[in-house]
């Protein structure tokens, strides 16, 4: 808009206040007095959707009902409301009408249990699919988490080993490993090492994996049993998943890693809907997209200095 002012040598405040009062139809939209809240599209609404939440200004949390086929462009967009309570969305969703809603045959959602209920409660005859990236997320959080207890305890380590070297009057040096690493810095620089496969690894990460299960075996233990979740994903039949994902769960008891028994308790919590990404391979992933061009679209305003006005030209591009 500043671009447009400077060519026409007017003041870029004059015309971005013209543009919003006089030319948008911001003034006359239907939808102004309740926008801030929730918007709905109905005719947008289709047999496959998507529900997750995004920060839209100041950390504030929406919530986006997409419609998959829209592909991320006009169309997509099917309802956004302020908040993640159920009882926030399941009312607002529900001015949709019910012969709209029963048209729906899938609905992918994360794993919150908020997002569960309203999919339930909104669309009676939707299969409704756990999206494979947060449940392996849960896993693989699990297994860092056991990284970061090895980190803490390689902290203690050092600073004790540092203090009884200061007691003695002699200068600390801490043990450096082939690599060049220190056990505090292994732990800290395999991070993303441990989230990918071997094959995926390089010649340094190779080298930087052997060294860290060689000093800690339980963390090759648990990242050998992420992987053996992982490779369920790559089945194709959902019966064999099931199977796959039943034994993975009792192996996890036997285990006894606590962070991963967390896991599988989520795991079983919704073990059905999870499986239900066999049926049409579904994913998330359109409503990660959208919602990253949501964070773009705020990012090239630099910031929302007026949400209702932001929502409105949110509505043009994507509804």
Known sequence: MSNIASHYGVCA?????????????????NQKSHSEDYLIYPDNIGEYLSLDEVSQSKGELYTYLTNKNGRGKKGTLVASIKGTKSNDLIAAIEKIPLEKRKQV?????????????????????AKIVTDRFHVM?????????????HRWQAIEDENKAIEAA????????????????TKKQLLVRSRYVITKKEKDWTENQQQRAKLLFSHYPSLRRAYKHTLEFRNIYEEKSKTKAKQRLEEWCEKTKKLEFKNFNTAVNSI???????LNFYVNISTNANAESFNTKIKLFRANQRGVKDLKFFLFRMEKLFA
């Not at 794993?111 to 339930?120: G, P, Q, Y």
């Open 13 to 29: 405040r004059t015309l971005q206040s013209h543009y919003k009062h006089k030319v948008s139809g911001f003034s006359e939209w």
């Open 268 to 274: 079983i919590h919704q073990f059905y809907t999870i």
């Open 166 to 181: 200061k007691n003695e009057g002699r200068k600390f040096k801490p043990l450096v490993l082939s690599n060049g690493d």
């Open 105 to 125: 045959k899938e609905v992918t959602l994360d794993m919150a249990n908020n997002m569960n209920l309203t999919a339930k409660s909104c669309f009676p005859n």
């Open 137 to 149: 997320k849960l896993v693989t959080d699990a297994l860092q988490h056991i990284r970061i207890q």
